[in-house]
């Protein structure tokens, strides 16, 4: 199987590497493997199916992956999904009925995979995950472009444990807020890693509780905060984290709206869009310390070039393309991102 290692991130300054992850091989070609046999489009079209096309990581995700599209000499529909299975399988049967060249998916939920997969090979139109990994019925992965989510997760919980190292907390009185989203196996690969790595570092299991949702939005995090923190009145400090800066930032909110002082929450996102928005408008302290950057741009780029390569050039998907982890902080996202 081949691994595709792509230089990304500080505007394509080269920092991010390949990185391996348990249980997420592809078996490297998608189940519609698109084009053997066929003749090449002069120019191809391809739908880029998001799912949440409204959420800023995903607006940059759509725009690196139509400046590729450009420069390559095809064309990219950029689609939002809303977080909805039966819009996503109504855009890909539209897309197909519209004899598009390719399909890149960001899931809604893993379990539409079969129907996707069976959808596209059917009409034998290529198709690969973005982001969100997903599988035939087969259960083999089809070809994924995104992160490593394991080691994203850990990384998170490095960085919370470091904050929380020098901030001096005492493990009898900090709980962690870590919110979920059962759906997607790219979240539970997030928040299990960084559950396991607090706990490992100190932080009682029990004090760990999982906040499920079905979104990954601020609202959503905020909203589910407050019964939380209602039914734990022991805890004086908090720490948050989950699959992404939205929940951890909407998390933090909301523990400050309820009355927690900001030195008294330890919030680390996954991203770095969202962080290098609320840190640059000068937005009030909530405890939202820090985060690990990603540069979706590239990877909206990176999952159109081999879609690309593919229909055109016949080439074999690589079995997953993963960008690494840089670690972002409220003094050092302006030279992470040079566009914040």
Not at 74 to 93: G, M, P, R, W, Y
Not at 133 to 152: K, L, M, T, Y
Not at 280 to 291: K, W
Request: hydrophobic letters at 40%; aromatic letters at 8%.
């Amino acid at each position: 199987m081949r691994r595709r290692r792509f230089p990304v991130a500080l505007a394509f300054c080269g920092m991010l590497t390949a990185a391996a992850v348990a249980g997420c091989a592809s078996s490297g070609s998608s189940s519609a493997s698109g084009g053997s046999g066929t003749s090449a489009p002069s120019h191809p079209t391809f739908v880029y199916l998001q799912t949440d096309g409204s959420q800023s990581y995903f607006v940059l995700e759509g725009d690196g992956a139509k400046t590729e599209a450009a420069k390559l000499g095809a064309t990219v529909k950029v689609s939002n999904e809303n977080n909805s299975s039966s819009t996503t399988i109504s855009d890909i049967q539209t897309a197909i009925g519209q004899q598009v060249n390719g399909l890149i998916v960001v899931a809604p939920d893993a379990s539409l995979g079969p129907r996707m997969v069976n959808l596209a090979k059917t009409a034998n139109v290529p198709i690969m995950a973005s982001d969100n990994g997903f599988a035939a019925s087969d259960g083999n992965q089809v070809p994924f472009v995104g992160i490593d989510a394991a080691a994203f997760g850990e990384s998170t919980g490095s960085i919370l444990m470091g904050y929380y190292n020098q901030l001096h907390w005492s493990a009898a009185s900090t709980y962690m807020l870590l919110f979920t989203n059962p759906a997607l196996p790219t979240c539970n690969l997030r928040t299990n890693a960084e559950e396991a790595k607090v706990v490992a570092s100190g932080l009682p299991k029990s004090h760990v509780i999982a906040v499920p949702t079905t979104d990954n939005t601020t609202q959503a995090a905020f909203n589910n905060t407050g019964p939380v923190k209602t039914s734990h009145p022991q805890a004086k400090d908090w720490m948050v984290a989950g699959c992404n800066d939205d929940v951890a930032f909407g998390g933090a909110k909301a523990l400050v709206s309820a009355g927690v002082p900001a030195s008294g929450v330890d919030a680390v996102g996954l991203g770095g869009d969202l962080a290098c928005q609320v840190w640059g408008s000068g937005a009030p302290d909530v405890g939202f310390r820090g985060t690990n950057y990603i540069y979706p741009n590239a990877i909206g780029a990176a999952a159109v070039r081999e879609m690309y390569d593919n229909v055109v050039k016949h080439e074999s998907f690589p079995a997953n393309t993963y960008v690494s982890p840089i670690q972002m902080s409220r003094s050092d996202y302006t030279t992470v991102d040079k566009s914040c």
